[in-house]
């Protein structure tokens, strides 16, 4: 395990090289070389853009920093789609992490897509969500449980202040214990630290409020892994390389690697 950490930590730290001199705001070059994984087979995620409700204007974006990472880092493969019906128990099968990427609303998943997606979390595979994949599917349970909390409002759109509570996880390894950006900062209908374990949250005092507002965690979902991300309502937030290093230890995490 320790060794799968270091190597996780030399591909961040390769990526934030490769980037650093372009600025923290810059998305990688499209279609660049792919580098050798840090762990021998890249990781197959299956990234999912459907919105039954506000739509971000960030979703190409998104995409694009997703394929970019890919190529670049050479840690992960990434498939792109919005088709809901495609997640069935024998498509899943080709993948290692589902990721739910600035969903909304109640996406028309079928009774069976909704138990393959369960079974491919609980048997060992992970799953990722960011920013609005937790104002999605707030009918059904076992995603409320799989996200680990629901939407309630989002108070601040300004800069502010994040601090990081487990400077050791993969995906906040580089970001040491704070960093300011702009962002638009959600609060949850319940806190859902009883359940996970955070990551990131709020500095109330940045906002000035009180409280505690965790921003990121991850869970356990069976016999397989589970990571929130709260940020990533802008362009900008993506295009951020703290962000996406964030992203890219989540994946490598969330596969078990």
Partial sequence: MALTTARTVIALFALWLATACSGASQTPTLGGPTQPSASGTPVRVLMLTATRGFRH????????????LAASSGTFTVTETEDVSAFTDSLLAGY???????????????????????????SGKGFLGVHSATDTLYEWPDYGRLVGAYFKEHPWTQSATVLVEDPSHPSTASLGDRFTLTEEFYTFRDNPRPRVHVLLRLDPASVGSTGDYPLAWTQSFGSGRAYYNALGHFQET???????RQLLGAIQWAAGR
């Fill in 57 to 68: 204007d960030s979703i190409p974006v998104a995409r694009d920093v997703m394929a970019a």
């Fill in 238 to 244: 993506w295009r951020d390389v703290r962000f996406q």
């Fill in 96 to 122: 290692d992490v589902i990721f739910f990427a600035l969903t909304t609303g109640e996406l028309e998943f079928g009774p069976a897509q909704k138990a393959a997606i369960v079974n491919f979390v609980s």
